[in-house]
Structure formats: C-alpha cells, structure tokens
C-alpha cells in the first residue's frame, strides 16, 4: 500500500514557476513509477510526467507533449518524495495536479496504469 501527499501548488502568474511535491508512504518507494497527472475543469485526467524505477543505473523520465522543455520530475528514493518542477507556466497548465504511483515498470502515460493515487493540488495561472 502506497499513499501519496501532493503540496506546493498556488497562484501564479504566466511565465513564472512552482515546485510540486509528492510525499510517499511505503519501504519499496524505489521500485515504484511515479506520475504526476492534471486535470482541468471538464476536461479528462491528462499525463504530465513519470519517474520509473531504478533500473540498473538508468532512470527514465517521460513527458506529455504539453509541458516537455518546461517541466521536470525528479525523485528522492530516500525521503521518499516526488517533484515536479513546473517553469514558464501557461494559463492552460492551470489544472488540479495529482501524484500517482504504481509498482511497475516501462513507459506509463495511462490513467488506469496506475494503482495509487494522492487528493490533487490546485495550481491556478494568471495571464
């Protein structure tokens, strides 16, 4: 069982940035993939960002095409947290954010890929 704690959203302004964070329970936090997902009003849950598991000493990231060259997702398997880190935003990022997980491996982009999910952090850009 894996739960998840998203933090560090807000109000901001077009062209500045926020840093997501996503606590996560559980003593095999490593060998989980990590997302993190939107979703804006009346719109379905879109991917934003994965994070897999170790393998070997490669890491592999992936990003939906919206927010490739301006967002990031890191991970700290010791603490163990998530983050994203979100650079020169855009009024159509302005979206509830959620952290997923799921132990697994490959290129998850899909909502139901993913097992555990966090209650979502509001991030709101202005134009």
């Known amino acids: 069982q894996v739960q998840l704690v998203e933090s560090g959203g807000g109000l901001v302004q077009a062209g500045g940035s926020l840093r997501l964070t996503c606590e996560a329970s559980?003593?095999?936090?490593?060998?989980?993939?990590m997302g993190w997902f939107r979703q804006a009003p009346g719109k379905e849950r879109e991917f934003v960002a994965s994070t897999s598991s170790i393998s070997g000493s490669i890491r592999y990231v992936y990003y939906g095409d919206s927010v490739k060259g301006r967002f990031t997702i890191s991970r700290d398997n010791a603490k163990p947290t998530v983050y994203l880190q979100m650079n020169m935003l855009k009024p159509e990022d302005t979206a509830v954010y959620y952290c997923?997980?799921?132990?697994?491996?490959?290129?998850?982009?899909?909502?139901?890929?993913?097992?555990?999910w966090g209650q979502g952090t509001q991030v709101t850009v202005s134009s």
């Open positions: 559980g003593r095999t936090f490593s060998t989980y993939i």
């Open positions: 997923a997980a799921v132990a697994s491996t490959g290129r998850l982009m899909k909502v139901e890929e993913y097992d555990y």
